[in-house]
């Protein structure tokens, strides 16, 4: 897998099995933090910050690049959509009257807090300009339009993870925060927006919440040609994926990952058992990028060709979806999977 995962869309990382399996699969475990002295980590952060595995990632080194200008440009041109989408809603109400009662009338924007360190002088002169953002003086944090500041987080998300001079990908605990950055595309026919999307269903070793993030390192480190091992299949599959060139292949890719998995989370699940790591058979599901099937896609989208391709046995499914993509991944990663997300199932934990 990647070597670095990074958290969206907040700072502390609320979901304790996600973050489990982060530190597990993943070498780093990252999220966006507003500077180099903010000390309002939770304490498993602060613990992992301590054993090396928690790197936080700061606005500051986008700003300070040679990209600044184009995030900026970017920020702006999706606020603007954005202030017209309000226009048009506003101007639709107007037209169709209802009742409602003052009591429930409230203030027109819902509001969050943004870090002034987030934002660059430009943007935040933009902001308040617009009467997007409210300066609170409270220790630089500011009240800001919920939808601006869901716009601003994705598009930092975004150029941090193409830019990053680290293997990083996007990982979440919700598919919608996947959208978000990586929304479907509207156009299935765009042949520059395929993606395969692979979900391996509930035979994913994940640790249980009572596993503490201390016995999940010295795991790792005793363990670590056969957690590597165990890596590293899913990696294979993702690069012979990203590299088929017909339906058929994909398919021969899904049979042979199935057998060669089945034998390698057998020595995988034995020494989680030796090492009294208690688990879980989760499920993970990543997006990986599909440019060598395109001609054939031309003549075989539809019902007969999804049914095809979306049929599978238990353990994993392979689908053909169609995100926008090309523009918010690293040029380095297009060969493997770009986007993660964690899919827990509570029962069933496995015990010593």
Known sequence: MA?????????????G????????YWDEVSSIVPYEDY???SPELSYLQERGVYKPVYPQELFFSGVS??????????????????IKNFHKTQKESV????????????????????????LMDLLVDEKFIYDY?????????????????RTLAEYLIKYSDKDTVLGTDNITHSREIYSNSRNSTNLRTQCCKIDIVNCLPQPSEDVSFEDILDFKNRRKDELNAFRQKIRELEANIYKADSLELIRHYENQFIESWKYCSEDYLKVLKEEKITFYLGSLVTLVA????SELLINKIGSNYTSAIQTGVSMINIGVGYYNYRNKINPAKTDGGFSYIFKAKREGIIRM
Not at 100 to 122: E, F, G, Q, S
Request: hydrophobic share 40%.
């Open 3 to 15: 070597q670095t995962i990074l958290y969206y869309p907040r700072i502390n990382i609320q979901d």
């Open 17 to 24: 099995a996600w973050l489990r399996n982060a530190i597990l």
């Open 39 to 41: 000390d309002n980590f």
């Open 69 to 86: 200008e184009e995030f900026c440009n970017v920020i702006e041109k999706r606020i603007k959509a954005y202030k017209r989408s309000m």
């Open 99 to 122: 009742k409602i009662h003052r009591n429930k009338i409230c203030a027109p924007y819902l509001h969050d807090l943004i870090h002034y360190n987030k934002l660059p002088r430009k």
């Open 137 to 153: 003086n409270c220790n630089g944090w500011m009240e800001i339009d919920s939808k601006v500041a869901q716009i601003y987080m």
């Open 290 to 293: 599909l440019p060598f099937v």
